[in-house]
């Protein structure tokens, strides 16, 4: 069926239940919240519709729902709905000792609809202040077009869920086979990050990003730990002694990473003191944040294959770090 | 070997205050634990499923805590972080914790508790 045009709901005019999505709200939603959000009615309801007439004998409306296992009928007239009988209203009937009345002798008349464009929360919150079991959907037009349960939400929600999944193993799979998917004499991937000076409310960002990228392509978790320490260093010392900042760029080959930072100042005087455990230049403030141990360079040295570092008093410093890949970690799986 | 405490275990036994979001705590295991003020040797030092101890509460100790993967994080002598600083933990899910005690002592008893280096 084709779903109708939605007019726009008031939760997709004005946030949840009317009020705005705080930064906080928004990190509290589970997948699940979410997808009762953004998955519709129609999406979920069923469309095989099983109806009634009103001038129909109670007795076949109880055998409807025996042989399709329901237990609300919608009895239309002339295209229109016109009420809802139950297995409740069955029983009452039954009890009554006649099931020969016609269903509208004891069908619902006052029936409580939903939308097909309205969100499944709303279905949700109508169940629970209705007690109801099942809604019968209707379009723009009130016109029926589907019946909604529990049971329907339920597993429209699971049925997402398992897209959602998929598609993230997609995602991981096609990441992790780049370098076997496309075919060059040399293929390069490369990752820049703009690395403003004294900038330590985002110190690590780069390298947490680097972290996750190399994750998803595969990397091993060694190897992607000795990147992640190399890549954190390098990224706080733009930070905390650089004029300008910086930028710190990784490139990833199938053989090897490379890691490199570039800045315009103030360059290293004195290269081989720089790379003296326990020798630095940090100010007294950032030394009180837990910087300026002068392990920055000798941590780099320790993860990392080979390191050159460049540097020029009043031009800037250039600093290259290597970690060579055993075979094919980084194709995704070995074939060994 | 003992089996390594699981955090659940360490947050009831030291008293510690949880400063992010509840967890299942009992699924987490603190296999070591790594002493520092100095983020530097704190990533050369600290190894992934340890507790840190630090007195350093700012922002940073989040991509250091989050870099190393490690258990959790005790913030000692009562420092406080700020809540951009809570915020980013919970959003890297890094754990952040808090005690009155010094470091010195949270070592101790994390040694007597069983909690040694792995």
Redesign the interface.
Known sequence: MCPPTKPQTEQEIYGRRGRTIT??DA?DISRVEELSYDLKVHEVMSTELRTASPDMPLSEVLEIMRIHRISGVPVVENDEMVGIVSLEDVVHALYKGNLDVPVSACMTREVVTIANYESVVKAIETFSLTRLGRLPVVDENNKLVGMITKGDITRGILIALQKDYQDEEVRRYRASHLFEDIISDRTTLVLRYNIKARD??H???A??NI?RALMRLGADPQIT?RC??AV??AE?NLIIHTNNGGILKLEVEPHRITMSTVDDGPGIPDITQALQPGYSTATEQVRE????????L??MK?CVDTMELESTVGKGTKLVMRILVPNETLTGHSHG | MDKPMNLQQIIEQLDLTVLTEPRDFSAIEATGGYTSDLLSCVMAGAKSGYLWMTLQAHMNIVAVAALLEVAAVVITENAQPDQATIDKANQQGVILLSTPCPNFEIDGRLWEMGVKKA
């Open positions: 930064d906080r990190h330590f409310n110190g690590g960002n390298s947490s972290k730990r992640g320490i954190y260093e706080m944040m837990g910087f300026g141990a002068g392990m920055g000798v941590n320790r």
